[in-house]
């Protein structure tokens, strides 16, 4: 008479599953740990208690998410087409050290929007080049080398003031920054890297 409660071919399956949990786990017979039992128990998430809690809660998982989007598009590889199309859209994460920064965006967006001498260097570079071949233009050529400095100093203060009445500081002084805008007024506007983000005329 067999009392046996499991079938034979059962119970050596079993035995089986045993041998193997007790080589995998070094127990035999123990139980496969839950999931939470095995990452362990985070602990509990309380609400923010005041505003700057939330304000600094806001801004680490904005900051979070940032590094995690950075990460994704540093690990795909990028074309020089896209590379200049981030350049174009101003991708702060692209440009150069030159172009970087709120008062050189800002430098760029009054140069965008407002007409200047500058604009007009094309077509005055065969004159200047002209002078330091011809004595009688070498006067001419004087005066227009003067008028764009003059030009540049005065946009240069502008530009730096503007930044520091809207971000607190400014980077760069004012030939700096005004020598920035001339370099850029000078090149049609399809031609300007990063692109223009307003139209001539706008406010800034």
Do not use: C
């Not at 050596?12 to 039992?37: I, L, N, Y």
């Not at 929007?113 to 260097?121: F, I, Q």
């Not at 530009?159 to 980077?171: C, M, Q, S, V, Y």
Request: charged fraction near 30%; hydrophobic fraction near 40%; charge should be positive.
């Amino acid at each position: 008479m067999n009392l046996r409660k499991t079938p034979p071919a059962e119970a050596s399956v079993e035995d089986a599953v045993d041998q193997d949990a007790a080589v995998s786990t070094g127990t035999k017979g123990r139980p496969t740990p839950k999931r939470r039992e095995a990452t362990g128990v985070r602990g509990p998430v309380t609400a923010p208690k005041t505003r700057k809690e939330a304000i600094a809660r806001q801004r680490e998982l904005a900051k979070t998410a940032k590094t995690s989007a950075r990460a994704a598009r540093s690990s795909a590889p990028m074309t020089a087409a896209q590379r200049r199309e981030a350049i174009k859209r101003g991708d702060q994460e692209f440009l150069s050290r030159r172009d970087k920064g709120k008062t050189r965006g800002l430098a760029r967006d009054y140069v965008d929007s407002h007409r200047m001498v500058s604009n007009y260097m094309l077509w005055l570079f065969p004159v200047m080049i002209a002078g330091a071949l011809i004595p009688i233009l070498s006067l001419i050529t004087l005066v227009i080398f003067v008028v764009l400095l003059l030009e540049w100093y005065i946009i240069g203060k502008r530009i730096r003031a503007l930044a520091i009445e809207r971000f607190g500081k400014a980077e760069g002084g004012a030939m700096t920054l005004g020598f920035y805008a001339g370099s850029r007024a000078y090149l049609p506007r399809k031609w300007r890297l990063p692109g223009p983000r307003v139209e001539r005329g706008d406010p800034i």
